[in-house]
């Protein structure tokens, strides 16, 4: 990105090419080019215009030699002051205005291109390989997704959710500790993004059903909850050397899936027969049922 930011800098800034030896409609390649000239480190090619542009053929064969070639346009001084402009007047549209040149080709910025393009590439692949690292250390130790930490009491989502629903960590409720596919998408304990989901979405929802699209945008715009970016950024690649990256919508449909088993909520018919789980609606089920006992929320009989 450096170098193609720098690229950028000088291809737009006001730069003056000092050079020790110029020619005359240079032949290379089956082009001429009006002039050349060179640095002895550099060489820059200028097209002069006034009546004709730079022809495609012209322009195809400096695009693949990747010659730097610099236009300058004179039309406007043409049919103004060719008569009676005077040298330094020629001279300032040929060596100091900005307005009339542009640039038929720069290696320069093509080399910035494709250093920027190449390192994209690297990165994307060592994206690639951390997420695969990942997954396949959760394929061998599903068991040790989330191990109990007792640092979860002070996670601030936990504590705030539990300011008004009064939960027990090591003795909570199956349906807020409930192993659900994909769940590594979210960057925290299990018991912590689902008392949060919970009782934000269910118990606190002033409406009487949730979409998966409001929860979704909750956490990702709003960082409602940790996930984890590179699991979440990386999913739309689907698979990664033979696993497959789980959709935090997926994951959000599934822990409702899940509470509507448990009889909380009631999953719009749209469920079943779409697959974009981002679209999904549930139902809020007997919502006057949800009572708060000493244990904690749970669903009158």
């Not at 003056?16 to 080019?33: C, D, L, R, T, V």
């Not at 195809?60 to 070639?69: G, H, P, R, T």
């Not at 979405?201 to 960082?223: P, T």
Request: charged share 30%; hydrophobic share 40%; with cysteine.
């Amino acid at each position: 990105m450096l170098s193609l930011l720098l690229a950028y800098e000088i291809i737009k800034s006001s730069k003056y090419f000092k050079y020790n030896h110029a020619k005359s409609e240079y032949f290379i390649k089956g082009i001429k080019p009006d002039l050349m000239i060179s640095d002895g480190k550099n060489t820059l090619f200028i097209e002069i215009v006034v009546t004709h542009d730079v022809d495609d053929e012209k322009y195809e064969k400096i695009k693949e030699m990747n010659l730097s070639v610099l236009k300058i346009d004179l039309e406007e001084y043409y049919y103004t002051s060719i008569q009676n402009g005077t040298y330094e007047h020629l001279e300032n549209h040929i060596i100091h205005r900005e307005t009339n040149k542009e640039w038929v080709n720069n290696k320069l910025l093509n080399k910035a291109i494709e250093d920027y393009e190449n390192a994209d590439i690297r990165e994307e692949e060592q994206a690639r390989k951390k997420v695969s690292a990942l997954m396949l250390k959760l394929y061998h130790m599903p068991d040790l997704l989330y191990p109990m930490d007792a640092r979860i009491a002070e996670n601030k989502y936990w504590k705030h959710t539990n300011q008004y629903m009064h939960l027990d960590m090591d003795d909570i409720f199956e349906y807020l500790n409930y192993p659900i596919p994909g769940e590594i998408v979210f960057d925290c304990d299990r018991r912590i993004w689902q008392t949060t989901l919970f009782g934000l979405f269910v118990i606190n929802n002033k409406y009487s059903f949730i979409k998966i699209e409001w929860v979704h945008n909750w956490i990702v715009k709003k960082k409602g909850l940790p996930i984890n970016w590179l699991i979440y950024g990386s999913w739309r690649q689907k698979d990664i050397q033979g696993f497959k990256l789980p959709s935090l919508a997926d994951v959000l449909a599934e822990f409702f899936m899940q509470l509507a088993d448990y009889g909380f909520l009631l999953p719009d018919l749209n469920c079943e027969v779409n697959d974009n789980t981002y679209s999904w609606k549930f139902y809020i089920k007997n919502k006057m049922k949800i009572i708060e006992d000493r244990e904690g929320y749970c669903l009158l009989e």
